[in-house]
């Protein structure tokens, strides 16, 4: 099995504190409905993913940190043990926040993830960040 991680930053306006609630606590109820053609429900349904599973590994709602990983599902699962993802948001100076992630790839045999792989993972994962910040913006009392 082999083992490699890579790590992201997004820096943001709006503070931790709700797009913690809104991206991890609320995930279930928001991204369905920011999302409907894409995602059908917190089980994911898309159009090359019908289905995926996740894990709650730790969740800490003080710190806004979540450890979270993808268990189950098709397209790559048949390549992959499991992906370990650890999101930090942490605040900055102006009120922001600085959004930290880790996604941690678990491969069966000798499978290597190309770059092309990685890179349509990390904007799949950015746009739904994305489209939650724009509500967020858009909606300044949701999850205050």
């Known amino acids: 099995m082999g083992v490699n991680s890579y790590s992201d930053e ?3 306006t709006i ?4 797009l913690f609630k809104a991206l991890i606590l609320d995930s279930h109820n928001l991204i369905p409905k920011l999302m409907p053609l894409a995602i059908q ?6 159009s090359q993913v019908k289905f995926i599973k996740n894990r709650v ?4 709602e003080k ?21 370990t993802y650890e999101v ?3 605040s900055t100076t102006d009120g922001g926040s600085l959004n930290k992630m880790t996604s ?15 890179k349509a993972g990390k904007e799949k994962a950015l746009g739904m960040y994305k489209v939650v910040e724009a509500y967020l913006l858009q909606n300044p009392d949701a999850y205050a």
């Not at 429900?41 to 898309?46: A, F, L, M, Q």
């Not at 710190?63 to 992906?83: P, R, T």
């Open 10 to 12: 997004y820096s943001s």
């Open 15 to 18: 503070p931790p504190a709700r």
């Open 41 to 46: 429900s917190i089980e994911i349904s898309g």
């Open 57 to 60: 590994d730790e969740l800490d």
């Open 63 to 83: 710190n806004f940190w979540f450890k979270y990983s993808l268990i189950e599902g098709d397209g790559m699962m048949d390549k992959l043990e499991k992906i």
């Open 88 to 90: 930090k948001f942490e």
């Open 104 to 118: 941690t790839y678990y491969t069966k045999g000798d499978f290597v993830l190309t770059e092309e792989e990685i």
